[in-house]
C-alpha cells in the first residue's frame, strides 16, 4: 500500500474543484504504471529474494528443473504469467484505486494445512522498497504537474 498526502497552499477555486479529479486520476495511473513497469521483475532470477517469497521445497525445485529446464521464480509452466500479464483492470476513487488481473485460478488460493501451498497472488503483487518509493514519487509528481496545468496564466495590460 502506498500512503500519500497532498496540501494544497493558497491554490485558487478551479485547483480545489479539480483536485479530487486529479488524485483520481493519479491513482488509477499508479496500477497501470506498476504493471507496465514491476510486474515482469517478478519472473526474473533473485527475484525471491527481492520479494520475499516463501521457499520452494528442495524436491519441487528439482522436478521444475528436470522437467521444464529452468528455476525461474513464479514459473512452472507459464500460464500465470502469460494470464496476468494481459492486462490490469483499473477501478478507483479519490481516496484508492484497485488494479485487477486476470489469472489461473490457482494463483488465489490460499495455503492451508494441506496444500502447503504459497500464497502466489501475495508474491506476485508484492512490492520492494525501491519500487514503493517508485510509484510514490509518480504520483507525486503526477499531483503536481497535472494541479499545475491548472493554474491559469494571467496577463496584465499597462497602458
Sequence with gaps: MIKYRVKLIGTPDVVLKSTPRITTEA??????LWHARFFRRHFQGGAAARYGYRPRSTK????????FGHTAPLIYTGLMRKQLGRGIFVTGNRYRAKG?????????????AINNRPYLAGEVT?????EERELTAHLDRFIT????????????IIE
Design 27 to 32: 491513482l488509477k495511473e499508479t496500477p497501470r
Design 60 to 67: 519441487y525445485v528439482l522436478r521444475k528443473k528436470r522437467k
Design 100 to 112: 485487477v488481473m486476470h489469472g489461473p485460478r490457482y494463483v488465489f488460493m490460499r495455503q492451508t
Design 126 to 130: 508484492a512490492l520492494a522498497p525501491d
Design 145 to 156: 504537474q497535472r494541479i499545475n496545468e491548472l493554474q491559469e496564466p494571467r496577463t496584465i
